[in-house]
C-alpha cells in the first residue's frame, strides 16, 4: 500500500520558508504571488493490505514523529 | 560534578562540550549512548549540539525518541539539572521538556558568528555566575534557531522569567538588528517551569578561554560545578 | 545482454581508438560492455593521470617531515610527538556547475572520505572557489548552491571549514572551480593504506548502498562540456552527511584495533577504481560477487554496480579472524557491512554477477598501463614589463582603494564563512578572515595553520611566476601567522590538455610551483589533477590552487592582523618597486590587463619569511600580515579593520609614484606591527639578517591618514568591504 | 486562486532524509514500512482568476525557483 502524508504547518504559526519563498518569486518578477506556504510531503510503502490496520499505524507515525504537532498539522491518504 | 553527555548519532559538539565540563569541574563526564535506556546517578545531563540523525525530517525530532530520552524525561521530572545546547535545544522542544518550536532562520541560513546575548534571569542554577542583565559574547552555530512559540506560551514564559538569554546588541539593547534568527522577542534559550531545564541555541563551550577568543561561556559551567560542590 | 562494441560505444566512454586498440590488444580478445567500462574509468585522466603523469613526477615530493607522499589516498607529514597530520584538496569542478549544492556537498565529503581512509580524525576543510564574472547570470545561484552545499556537509559532519580563497572572472562563467581540502590527524602508528596483502583475505563493502549515481561521473569529470551539457543531469549524487558521519566514527573504531590490512574510499569510478587499485599495490588479484554488494534500487546490472558513484561507501581489505568483529561495529552505527570478496594470486580482477563471470581483467594492465601521454606544449610567450608610469597615477587613493576593498575582489568573505560552522571541534584558534586559519592540535599547545593560495591572474600572464607566486603567498600566509610551513597539496584545473598551449600552462606551472615548493622547504605531498576546464573550447585561466599546512609549537606565539592598540609602529618588511602589472590596481582602476605579473624571488622570500616567523616565535611580534592582492594599502586597510584601529601613514623618501608604492603587488612582503618599545629591537634584527625594513607610520585614530591628508574614513571602508557580498548576493 | 505544488525526488536519486526516516519509524516499533520518500508540499495562493496564466505562472517557478529540476520532479494542482 501506497501512504500519502501531508504535514503543513498550524495556522498562525510562521513560515520562514515559506516568505522567502514568495520574495523570491516577486524578485523573479512574478506577480499575482498573495501567500506561500510550505510543508513536507512523505510517501511511505505499506507491506500488508488492511487499510484499517494501516491507517491506524500511520496515524501513530504523524503524531509520534512525523509531524511536530505543536506546530504542524497531518493528513494521511491511502491508496489500497 | 558527576554529568553525563547524551551522544546521540550525528552529535558533534559532545566532545567540545565534554572538554567544557572538565575544565570547569576536573571530572570528565562520562558519554551515554543514545540507545542506552538508563542513565546512572548524575548531578548534569547535557545533550550537546550537532546534526543528530543529520537533522533529517525536523532538528531534534529522531533524537528526542531516542531509547535514553525516557530517562532523561524522568530525571528532569525528578529534578536533575538537564541542558541542552543548540541541537540539545531542539530536542528538549522536541521532547517536550521546553514549549515551542525551533524552525528555520528567518535569512534561511545557517549562521555561524559570536553573538551577544542579555542575561534575563541570573537565579537560575545556569546562569548564577552572571550579572543581572549582563551581556555575554557566545557564538551561535545553527540553521534552525528561530524561536517560535504561540502568544499563551510566550506570555508563560516572559511573565514568569523563563526566558534566559535574549539576543541584543553590544550594549544590551534588545533590537530586531541583534536577532540572528527571528526568534520572537529574541530569545536564545528558556527555562522550564521548575527551572531545572535549560535549553539555548548558542553554544557557551565554543568561548571557554583566550585562545578560543573570549571566556563568556566558562561562567555557566563553573557555576554548575559550584552549584554541586555546595551541594 | 551481450553488447557488441562498435566505435561509437567506445568513444561514448572516452576512450580514443587508439586506446581501444591497446585494450584488444592487451586481452586479445574484445572487451564485453562491463569490460569496457572498467576500461574507460581506469584509462580516464581522472583516475590515470594520463596526460599530466609525467609532469607530476617532476615535482618535489620528500623531505624529512614526509611520511608519505602523492599516490596513496591523502599526503602524510610528521608533526612530532607521535603524530601526523594527513591532507590533501580536490576539485569537484563539473558536478558543481551542473548542481551545485549537491556537487560542492559530494566535494567535500569525498575529500573527508580521502583523509580518515587513512585513520585520520578530520580537523579542517578549506575550500577555494572560482566564479564566473558577478554580472554573469548564473553566477549569483552558482555561488549560493556552492556555499550552501560546503557548509551543508561540513556542518552537519562537525568538521570546522577554517579557510578558503573566492576569485570571480569571466574566465569561469562556463566552468567554475570547486576546489575542496581536508587535513586531518592521525597518531603515526595508525595510518593506514590501500595496499592490498595475503591471499584469500575477505574484501569488506562497507556503508551506504549502491545505486544508479553519478555513472559515467568520472567519465563526465574529464569530458568538456558543451551546450547539451545540463542535460546531463540525473548523474549528479546526492550527499548524506550523516550517513558520512557514522562512516567516519565506525572507520577510526574499526581502525582503532588490527583488522584492517587495506582500505580505500570508493571515490570516481566508485567499486571498481578502489578495488582495482589495492589489487594493483598489492600486486595481487582479485575477485568480486557483485551479488553480495548492498543495492538501493532492485536490478542493478553489474556495469552499473562497477561504475556508480554512490558516495559515502568504503572498500577494505580485513584480517580474516576479525571480520566478524568489524561486521559488529558497522552494525551498531547503523551501516551496511558485506563481504563480496576475497584477494587472489591471479593477478586478474574478476567479477562474478548472478552466477556469470561478467569481467575478467588483468590487473596491472588496468592499473600500471594505462596510456601515458608526453603532451605536446608550447610555452606561453613572456609579456613586457608594464612600467608605473605607463599605468595612470589616481588624484584620489582613498576612491580606490573603496573601489578595490568594496568589490568583488577583496571585499570581505564573512557572508561565506559565517555559513560555515568555523568552531565546531572546540580548537579554532585563528578564525577565517586572516592569512591562515589555525587549529590548535587537541589536548596540545601546539597548532595547524592552513591556508590556500593561487592568483589565477597571474599564471594566465607567466604561467612559471605565476606558480612559484602561489605557493610563495601560501609561505607567507603560514609565516605570517607564525607557523613553519611544513608541506604542500595541489589542485591542478586546466582546460584540455590536448591543446599545446594549455599544456603549457600547466607545465609552466607545474615547474614553478615545484621550483617554489623546493626553494621554501614544503614538498608536494598530494594533489589533484583536473582537465578539460572548458565550455566551447574557451578555457578557464589557469588556477593550479595551492593548499599548504604549517606548525606552530606554541599557539601563544601567534600573529593575527588586527591592529591591536593605539599608538603601534608599522613596519613594512621586504623590498617595494612598485610592480604594477597584472595587479587589481591596473586592471580594476587603470583598466590595464597588460604586463608581466611581480617577479617572485624565492630566496628572499624564504629569508624574509624566516625572518617574520622567528620573530613571531620569539614572542616579539603579534600582529602581521602578508601583501598580496591590491598591495600594501589594502594589506593596511584590512589590518586597521580588523582592529578597529586607523592608521598614520608617511610616504617614504624614494617611494617612487605613490599610486605604485601604494598598490602595487610586489612579492615577499609583509607589514608588521609592535609597541614602539619593541620597534628598535625588531630594526636591528632585520638588520642583522639582511631583511629590508622600513617604517610607515603609527596606529591609532578612526581613518587611514597619508602624508597628513585622510585617504579614507574606516568607517566608509568598512561599510564598501562589509557590504559588497551580501549586498551582490542580495540582488 | 490556490495552487498545491508538489515536489518529489526524482527515481534513483538517494533520499537521505527518506531513509533516515524509515530507519526511525522501525526503530519506534512501526513494522512493514518498506520505503519513504521525502518531498515538499507547496502552497501559493494566487491573485487572478485565469487558470490558464496561473498555471504557466506556476509551471515557471517550479522550473525557475520551487524546483531542483536536476534531481526533483514536480507536479501542480489548481483549485480555481
Ligand atoms: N571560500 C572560503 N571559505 C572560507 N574562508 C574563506 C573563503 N574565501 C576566503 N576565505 C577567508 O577569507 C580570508 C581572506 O582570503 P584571501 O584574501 O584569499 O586571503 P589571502 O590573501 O591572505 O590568501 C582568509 O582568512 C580566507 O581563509
Ligand atoms: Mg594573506
Known amino acids: 500500500m501506497k501512504a500519502r502524508i501531508h504535514i503543513t504547518l498550524k495556522k498562525g504559526v510562521l513560515d520562514p520558508q515559506g516568505k522567502a519563498i514568495a520574495k523570491a518569486l516577486s524578485h523573479l518578477g512574478f506577480v499575482g504571488v498573495e501567500e506561500v506556504r510550505q510543508g513536507k510531503y512523505i510517501e511511505i510503502d505499506l507491506a500488508g493490505s488492511d487499510t484499517q490496520t494501516a491507517r491506524a499505524g500511520l496515524d501513530a507515525m504523524c503524531a509520534q514523529l512525523l509531524a511536530n504537532t505543536v506546530i504542524e498539522n497531518y493528513s494521511i491518504e491511502l491508496d489500497a | 560534578m558527576n554529568s553525563c553527555v547524551i551522544v546521540f548519532p550525528g552529535s558533534n559538539c559532545d566532545r567540545d562540550v565534554a572538554v567544557a565540563l572538565e575544565a570547569s569541574s576536573g571530572t570528565r563526564p562520562r558519554m551515554i549512548w543514545h540507545g542506552d535506556s538508563e542513565l546512572p546517578a548524575c548531578d548534569l545531563i547535557v545533550l550537546p549540539g550537532g546534526f543528530s540523525h543529520g537533522d533529517y525530517l525536523r532538528s531534534g525530532a529522531m533524537a528526542a525518541r531516542a531509547p535514553i530520552m525516557r530517562a532523561v524525561v524522568a530525571k528532569a521530572k525528578a529534578g536533575t539539572p538537564v541542558l541542552g545546547l543548540c541541537n540539545g535545544f531542539q530536542i528538549l522542544t522536541e521532547a517536550g521538556l521546553l514549549p515551542g518550536a525551533l524552525m528555520r ?18 537565579y537560575t542554577l545556569f546562569t548564577r555566575g552572571y550579572g543581572p542583565g549582563q551581556v555575554v559574547r557566545i557564538p551561535i552555530s545553527h540553521h534552525d534557531g528561530n524561536y517560535f512559540a504561540d502568544s499563551a506560551t510566550l506570555n508563560r514564559l516572559e511573565d514568569t522569567g523563563r526566558v534566559a538569554f535574549r539576543y541584543c546588541a553590544a550594549d544590551g539593547l534588545i533590537n530586531a538588528d541583534a536577532n540572528p534568527n527571528g526568534s520572537l522577542n529574541n530569545i536564545a534559550g528558556i527555562l522550564n517551569e521548575t527551572g531545572n531545564v535549560l535549553g539555548m541555541m548558542p553554544h557557551p563551550e565554543r568561548l571557554i578561554s583566550h585562545e578560543l577568543g573570549g571566556s563568556d561561556g566558562r561562567a555557566m559551567f563553573d557555576a554548575l560545578t559550584a552549584l554541586v560542590q555546595c551541594a | 545482454m551481450r553488447v557488441t562494441i562498435t566505435p561509437e560505444i567506445v568513444a561514448e566512454h572516452g576512450l580514443k581508438p587508439d586506446e581501444y586498440d591497446q585494450i584488444l590488444r592487451v586481452l586479445d580478445r574484445a572487451p564485453n560492455l562491463t569490460e569496457l567500462g572498467i576500461f574507460s574509468a581506469m584509462w580516464n585522466e581522472h583516475c590515470s593521470y594520463k596526460s599530466s603523469r609525467v609532469w607530476l613526477r617532476t615535482m618535489p615530493t620528500t623531505g624529512p617531515q614526509v611520511v608519505c607522499g602523492p599516490g596513496e589516498n591523502a599526503g602524510v607529514v610528521d608533526i612530532g610527538d607521535g603524530q601526523v597530520a594527513i591532507f590533501k584538496m580536490e576539485s569537484h569542478n563539473h558536478p558543481s556547475f551542473i548542481e551545485p549544492y549537491q556537487g560542492a556537498a559530494t566535494g567535500v565529503g569525498g575529500i573527508m572520505r580521502d583523509v580518515f581512509t587513512m585513520g585520520a580524525r578530520p580537523v579542517a576543510n578549506l575550500n577555494a572557489l572560482r566564479f564566473g564574472a558577478p554580472e554573469n547570470p548564473k553566477t549569483r545561484h552558482l555561488v549560493s548552491g556552492v556555499v550552501a552545499g560546503i557548509g551543508g556537509y561540513g556542518n552537519c559532519i562537525g568538521v570546522p571549514t577554517v579557510g578558503g580563497e573566492v576569485n570571480f572572472d569571466p574566465g569561469y562563467n562556463g566552468n567554475i572551480l570547486v576546489n575542496a581540502m581536508c587535513i586531518g590527524v592521525a597518531d603515526a602508528d595508525k595510518v593506514f593504506y590501500s595496499t592490498a596483502s595475503g591471499v584469500g583475505n575477505p574484501v569488506v563493502y562497507v556503508g551506504s548502498k549502491t545505486g544508479r549515481d553519478g555513472i559515467h561521473g568520472a567519465s563526465m569529470a574529464s569530458a568538456e562540456f558543451d551546450e547539451n551539457s545540463e542535460e546531463k543531469r540525473p548523474t549528479v549524487q546526492v550527499g548524506d ?10 572507520c577510526l573504531e574499526l581502525m582503532a584495533g588490527d583488522a584492517v590490512i587495506a582500505i580505500q574510499d570508493m571515490g ?3 567499486l571498481t577504481c578502489s578495488a582495482v587499485e589495492m589489487a ?13 554488494v548492498p543495492c538501493r534500487e532492485a536490478g542493478m546490472t553489474a556495469y552499473e554496480m562497477m561504475l556508480s558513484e554512490s558516495q559515502e561507501r568504503m572498500l577494505m581489505v580485513l584480517r580474516p579472524d576479525r571480520a566478524g568483529a568489524a561486521r559488529a561495529i558497522f552494525e551498531r552505527w547503523e551501516l551496511d557491512f558485506a563481504i563480496v570478496g576475497e584477494t587472489t594470486d591471479t593477478g586478474r580482477f574478476i567479477i562474478r554477477h548472478r552466477g556469470e563471470t561478467v569481467a575478467d581483467l588483468p590487473v596491472d594492465v588496468l592499473a600500471e598501463q594505462a596510456p601515458i601521454y608526453q603532451r605536446p606544449w608550447t610555452p606561453t610567450p613572456p609579456l613586457p614589463h608594464l612600467a608605473a608610469a605607463d599605468v595612470p597615477d589616481t588624484d584620489d587613493p582613498g576612491a580606490a582603494l573603496v573601489r578595490l576593498l568594496g568589490g568583488p575582489h577583496l571585499s570581505s568573505r564573512r557572508w561565506i564563512w559565517e555559513q560555515y560552522d568555523h568552531m565546531v571541534m572546540g580548537d579554532t584558534v585563528q578564525r577565517p578572515g586572516g592569512d591562515a586559519a589555525v587549529v590548535r592540535l ?14 589565477p591572474r597571474y599564471c594566465a600572464a607567466s604561467p612559471r611566476e605565476g606558480g612559484k607566486q602561489a605557493v610563495a603567498e601560501a609561505f607567507r600566509n603560514l609565516c605570517a601567522v607564525g607557523a613553519k610551513p611544513l608541506a604542500t597539496t595541489d589542485c591542478l584545473n586546466f582546460g584540455s590538455p590536448e591543446r599545446p598551449e594549455i599544456m603549457g600552462q600547466l607545465v609552466g606551472c607545474i615547474e614553478g610551483l615545484s621550483e617554489a615548493c623546493r626553494a621554501l622547504d614544503m614538498p608536494i605531498v598530494s594533489g589533484n589533477v583536473s582537465l578539460y576546464n572548458e565550455t566551447r573550447g574557451v578555457a578557464i585561466p589557469p588556477t593550479p590552487a595551492i593548499g599548504a599546512i604549517g606548525l606552530l609549537d606554541d599557539i601563544d606565539h601567534m600573529a593575527t592582523i588586527a591592529f591591536k592598540q593605539e599608538g603601534d609602529v608599522i613596519l613594512l618588511v621586504g623590498e617595494t618597486s612598485g610592480h604594477l ?3 587589481l590596481y591596473a586592471r580594476e582602476i587603470a583598466g590595464r590587463k597588460d604586463g608581466a605579473p611581480p617577479p617572485v624571488d ?10 617574520v616567523r622567528g620573530q613571531i616565535v620569539a614572542g616579539n611580534v603579534r600582529t602581521a600580515h602578508d601583501i598580496s592582492d591590491g598591495g600594501l594599502l589594502v594589506a593596511l586597510s584590512e589590518m586597521a579593520l580588523a582592529g578597529g584601529y586607523g592608521c598614520v601613514l608617511a610616504l617614504p623618501k624614494n617611494a617612487g609614484p605613490p599610486h605604485a608604492w601604494l598598490f602595487g603587488e610586489d612579492q615577499a612582503r609583509y607589514v608588521l606591527c609592535v609597541s614602539p618599545d619593541k620597534a628598535p629591537g625588531l630594526l636591528s634584527a632585520a638588520g642583522a639578517r639582511r631583511v629590508p625594513i622600513t617604517e610607515l607610520g603609527r596606529t591609532g585614530g578612526r581613518d587611514m591618514i597619508l602624508d597628513g591628508r585622510l585617504i579614507q574614513t ?6 564598501a568591504h562589509e557590504n559588497w557580498f551580501p549586498d551582490y548576493m542580495e540582488g
Chains 1, 4 share one sequence.
Request: hydrophobic share 40%.
Open chain 3, 241 to 250: 552527511p550523516f550517513t558520512e558521519k557514522l562512516l567516519l566514527e565506525a
Open chain 3, 442 to 455: 587537541h589536548g596540545s599547545r601546539k597548532g595547524i595553520a592552513a591556508t590556500t593560495d593561487v592568483t
Open chain 3, 581 to 583: 602589472g597584472q595587479s
Open chain 3, 268 to 270: 570516481a569510478a566508485g
Open chain 3, 714 to 719: 574606516l568607517e566608509t571602508l568598512r561599510h
Open chain 3, 280 to 292: 594493483s599495490k598489492g600486486g595481487l588479484g582479485l575477485l568480486l560477487d557483485l551479488d553480495r
Open chain 3, 602 to 611: 624565492l630566496a628572499a622570500e624564504r629569508r624574509y619569511g624566516d625572518f
Open chain 2, 105 to 122: 532562520n528567518a535569512g534561511l541560513k545557517f549562521i555561524c558568528r559570536d553573538v551577544f546575548l542579555r542575561v534575563e534571569n541570573n
